[in-house]
């Protein structure tokens, strides 16, 4: 919307700064950072005035999350949508199809998590909606968005993948190009879902992750710089920038809230939604692989789960204390701060790795 402003330039010359991309990108920062804050304190006091006891707490989980978090409220995932997606529309250039396409898995994503979220507290059961359900809505939403990203994508960029350290390749996909870009999207919606478990853990990773991932598209969207760094060009996705910038500051402010000791959990509707915008993104300006490398916490959190279950229906042993992996390092006696700021500070490291794959080709 604040993009359209530049054409009365001639009038005001200042107004000429909303052509710039890093001009709406900081834009974009700082008024989801603001609509957080500003609409904060009431979202969670109309959410605790709805949510009688809070998120249910699993009993499978740590003890001491049973007493330490019962009764704080869940679904503050819609805080950080309500800022993501108010900032987004006021500083993005809203005839680019690339923009939609993300919102769309964003807020679709977001509405599938809202029904677990609203399931689990009016029945005060932490199961919700069946994940079978939440799996085929989830794939239904990324399909369509990767069917359009598909159509508005140049060849042959469009059925193409990109491979972390090597230049000028471009692997084609053909027609799994379609289910692969679903695969980043559900599997990344997913990975963020499983490490919210606990103050803090999910948000700081997701907003380094975007962070990067904004550097990146802004990178890919300009011709020069993407020539220079030899990377595949994708006309049109440095826009995105904006929408990472939003994430960012929706980030920032919902973690005012979400620090030690939580006022608010983000809940499904918030750690879908965040995921599959970041897989969402990276299937736009074709760094899916790279995403596994920036996410690699995520991953690890994943993979932590998925090797506890197998291993306990094949040996009938646990490989881990407990999973998700954060609360492995619980069980072992980490304070839940200890837990959460190294992961951080991995979150960190891979953030850099990552980066790393844009010049090491």
Aim: proline fraction near 4%; include cysteine.
């Amino acid at each position: 919307m604040f993009l359209y402003l530049y054409q009365y330039a001639d009038q005001l010359p200042i107004l000429n700064l909303f052509r710039y991309l890093t001009f709406r990108a900081g834009g974009a920062v700082m008024t989801a950072l603001l609509v957080a804050f500003i609409f904060g304190p009431s979202v969670i006091r109309w959410l605790k005035s709805k949510q009688t006891n809070g998120q249910p707490i699993r009993d499978c989980g740590p003890q001491s999350h049973i007493v330490e978090k019962q009764g704080t409220p869940t679904m503050g995932g819609f805080l950080i949508l309500l800022a993501l997606t108010l900032s987004t529309l006021l500083w993005a250039d809203l005839t680019n199809p690339y923009v939609w396409a993300v919102m769309m898995v964003t807020l679709g994503f977001g509405v599938i998590g809202f029904a677990d979220d609203y399931q689990k507290v009016t029945q005060s059961n932490h199961k919700g909606v069946s994940g079978k359900l939440k799996l085929v809505l989830e794939i239904a939403v990324a399909a369509l968005a990767a069917w359009w990203v598909n159509s508005v994508t140049p060849e042959p960029l469009s059925g193409g993948l990109a491979i972390p350290f090597v230049k000028d390749l471009l692997v084609p996909l053909g027609w799994l190009a379609i289910p692969f870009a679903v695969f980043v999207m559900v599997g990344a919606s997913n990975s963020v879902n499983l490490t919210d478990g606990l103050d803090g853990l999910a948000i700081v990773p997701v907003i380094i992750a975007a962070g990067t991932f904004g550097f990146i598209a802004y990178l890919v969207g300009n011709s020069v710089f993407s020539n220079y760094l030899q990377l595949h060009a994708v006309p049109g996705a440095g826009e995105l920038v904006v929408i990472c910038g939003a994430l960012v500051g929706a980030g920032l402010g919902f973690l005012w809230f979400n620090a030690p000791p939580a006022m608010i959990f983000m809940g499904d509707t918030g750690s879908l939604a965040l995921g599959g915008t970041l897989g969402a993104i990276s299937v736009v300006i074709k760094h899916e692989l790279v995403l596994a490398i920036v996410g690699g916490l995520f991953v690890l959190e994943t993979v932590s789960v998925i090797v506890q279950v197998a291993s306990f229906k094949l040996t009938g042993k646990r490989v881990f204390r407990m999973a998700p992996l954060h609360h492995h390092f619980e069980e072992k006696g980490w304070a839940e701060s200890t837990v959460v700021i190294r992961f951080w500070i991995i979150a960190v490291i891979l953030a850099l790795v990552g980066l790393a794959t844009l010049k090491l080709r």
